[in-house]
Structure formats: C-alpha cells, structure tokens
C-alpha cells in the first residue's frame, strides 16, 4: 500500500488550496445593468470600455450583463445570479426591500433628477392637459423617471391615465420611448432627460421636431447596489472605482454611464420613490 509522507501529503494539500484560490480568483464579478437604453447586443458591447475599466481597477474579471427587463435586474440580485447592479429608483427600492440590496454609490445629478414629457411638434401638445385624448409611450413599468413619477405628474395635474388618455404603451426603455415619439407610434411619451439629451445630441432622434413640454419635479434616481452577502471589500472597490472617475481624464467611462461625477448613495434618499411607489400600487 501506497503511504505518503507527511511532506508529501502537505505538498499536495497546499496545491489543493492554490487550485481552490485560482479558480476563485478567476471567477468574474458579475455586474448588471437595467435595459434603460434597450437590452440588446449592441447596447452590451458599447459599453465594453466599462467593463474594461471595471477589471482593471477590480483586479479580476467582471462580467457585465443587460436583463432583458427592469424586473429581470431585481431578480438577479435576488438569486444571486448578479453581484451588483445598476437600477432606478424604483427597481432599487424593490430590490432592497425583497433581498436587502446594499446602495454603493450614484451619479451626483441621482440626487435631483427629473423626468422629461416629449411630443413632436406638430402634435400640438404643450401641457399636460393637452394629453386628453392622446396616445401617450411609458417606458418599463418599474421604470422611476420612465413611469413612476411621469404617472404620478399626470395623477396630479388631474389626468386619469386610464379614462382621459386614448392610448397607452410601455416601450420597454427610455430610448424605445424616445423613438415611438419621434416616429409618431405615440403622441407624446416620458423618459429620463439624460437619454434624451444623449440621443438627440447624438442625432438618433430629431430634435428640431420634438418639444419637451413638462419636466418633473425633482427625485432620487439611478444608484449602483450590491447583493446583500457580497463581500464588504469587493463592495468597497467597486464603489472606489466609480468615485475616481473624472471628466477630463475618463470621458469615455463617463459617457457610457451618462455623467460627470459619482457620490456614495444613502437608502433613505428612497422614502419618497418608496412613498411615490406604495400611493401607486407598484411596491
């Protein structure tokens, strides 16, 4: 019978423990992000120099993932399949309240933003009481600045979404909105102002023809969050990444993300997407 001695046996048990740490260590981050802008492959690969910065200032791989759905986001952080994702307002609350998703941090314009009404020119629109009779695009249904608070806007200026509108739709995401209302699917829509900017800056929408005819008063918004059990360091690092971006130096980063500068992020900045949330039966 074979017997190993007692050098041999720990040689084995100390290549045992580094084939362990290997694999884990090559094991990538898995980071997700809400089809704000579309999920598709296009929408993945252009946000490849993200995903490249994030490996290099995490030190291992980082696999970044678009669900196909705002809910899908929620439910992968719920099970585990996500490490960290980017949500709006809405879906953040959610997924805090369902799994205990840690806040790490936002874009600073998060603390106050706002939710645009679009239309094209021609139809007229100019105020919320125009929408009677109208067509009208939301994006995702847990969308924060593409229904939440626009649905909430609308609730207050005495339009029923439901008895005073001709039509509605939910696109899916603030670009598909954008679109819908250039290309006359819908009458008017609502979306996040910086995807319309960006869009019409980078002339996929007509801007000449469109008119933005109410902006929302201001809420929390978009925030980066981390499953519950993940790693406080790994928490730490990633958060460290995104606050060391600087115009200037990482314009390409910030493009991808749609801002300028990154600040922690604190849940109870959430009470009133929480309150918002509950008045309207979405929470």
């Known amino acids: 019978m074979f017997n190993s001695s007692p050098a041999a046996r720990a040689v084995a048990a100390l290549c045992f423990l580094l084939t362990i740490e ?20 296009v929408s993945v690969e252009q946000k490849a120099p993200l995903q490249k910065y994030l490996e290099q200032q995490m030190g291992m791989p980082v696999k970044l993932v678009i669900p196909t759905s ?16 980017y949500f709006g307002g809405l879906t953040y609350v959610k997924a805090h309240e369902r799994y205990g998703a840690v806040p790490l941090v936002q874009r600073d314009v998060d603390q106050q933003f706002q939710a645009l009404f679009i239309t094209r020119k ?10 009677k009779g109208k067509t009208f695009c939301f994006g995702d ?54 995807v319309f900017k960006s869009m019409v800056a980078d002339g996929k929408i007509p801007g000449e023809s469109m008119r933005v005819f109410f902006t929302t008063p ?12 993940l790693s406080p360091a790994l928490q730490e690092k990633f958060s460290a990444a995104l606050l060391r971006l600087q115009p200037g130096r990482d314009d390409a980063i910030l493009e991808i993300l749609r801002g300028e500068h990154y600040v922690k992020a604190d849940d109870a900045e959430y009470d009133d997407v929480r309150k918002v949330g509950k008045e309207l039966g979405l929470l």
């Open 70 to 85: 705002y809910n899908a986001t929620v439910e992968g952080l719920g099970n585990g399949s996500l490490d960290i994702a």
């Open 141 to 194: 249904i847990n969308s924060t600045s593409g229904h939440l608070f626009p649905y909430l806007a609308m609730k207050q200026a005495g339009i029923s979404v439901d008895a005073d509108l001709k039509s509605t739709r939910y696109t899916g995401s603030h670009a598909a909105t954008a679109q819908a209302v250039a290309a006359g699917v819908c009458d008017a829509g609502s979306l996040d102002e910086t």
């Open 122 to 131: 021609a139809t007229g629109i100019k105020s919320l009481a125009d929408l």
């Open 22 to 41: 290997n694999a884990a260590a090559a094991e990538p981050l898995r980071v997700g992000m809400i089809p704000d802008a579309g999920a598709t492959q």
């Open 218 to 229: 201001p809420f929390a918004d978009y925030v980066w969050a981390a499953r519950k059990d």
